[in-house]
């Protein structure tokens, strides 16, 4: 509790990052300003805004949910351009000695922009799900699943599986 963070950026944007017509165009403004609340909860809030009119807010809240893990729920809106966007996104991750667990989703209205994101890119929805399983003395298991849908309808489906193990000859 009583612990805080904030962020706060202006500048211009980039647009077509890595490509030869990578130029400059419009200011930005943006702020964020998180709070630990109690041992078991943070608030957070934030705003950003361009020249051009485009502008945004999010708010979220973090919480400890005791014996299972950690949940967030977290909520945004758009505006700009005659129509009004929202966001909103929910999570839980539980970690413990030997498995560790997450699940996330996110749902976007087809208005809602976010900064810097070429319209067509931007995320509708997302999925993502995560859990590893320690092996005593053998190594670590871990799979993921991500869906991701974008305003262009594009949807990209992603399966990861891995294996860590840690050797040492000390």
């Known amino acids: 509790?009583?612990?805080?963070?904030?962020?706060?950026?202006?500048?211009?944007?980039?647009?077509?990052?890595?490509?030869?017509?990578?130029?400059?165009?419009?200011?930005?403004?943006?702020?964020?300003?998180?709070?630990?609340?109690?041992?078991?909860?943070?608030l957070?809030?934030?705003?950003?805004?361009?020249?051009?009119?485009?502008?945004?807010?999010?708010?979220?809240?973090?919480?400890?949910?005791?014996?299972?893990?950690?949940?967030?729920?977290?909520?945004?809106?758009?505006?700009?351009?005659g129509a009004v966007g929202h966001q909103y996104a929910a999570a839980f991750e539980r970690r413990s000695g030997k498995m560790s667990i997450a699940f996330r989703a996110e749902r976007a209205n087809e208005h809602y922009l976010q900064i810097g994101i070429d319209p067509a890119l931007q995320t509708r929805s997302l999925d993502a799900a995560f859990g590893s399983y320690r092996f005593d003395d053998i190594g670590s298991l871990g799979i993921s699943y991500t869906r991701q849908k974008r305003a262009s309808g594009t949807e990209t489906k992603l399966v990861g599986v891995s294996f860590s193990t840690q050797r040492s000859r000390i």
């Open 44 to 81: 957070e809030g934030g705003i950003n805004a361009l020249s051009s009119g485009l502008r945004g807010a999010l708010g979220s809240v973090s919480f400890a949910i005791p014996g299972l893990g950690t949940g967030s729920m977290a909520a945004a809106l758009s505006g700009g351009q």
């Open 1 to 42: 509790p009583g612990l805080s963070d904030f962020s706060f950026e202006a500048g211009s944007l980039r647009k077509n990052f890595g490509s030869e017509y990578d130029t400059y165009e419009g200011l930005f403004g943006s702020g964020s300003y998180r709070r630990g609340m109690t041992d078991r909860l943070t």
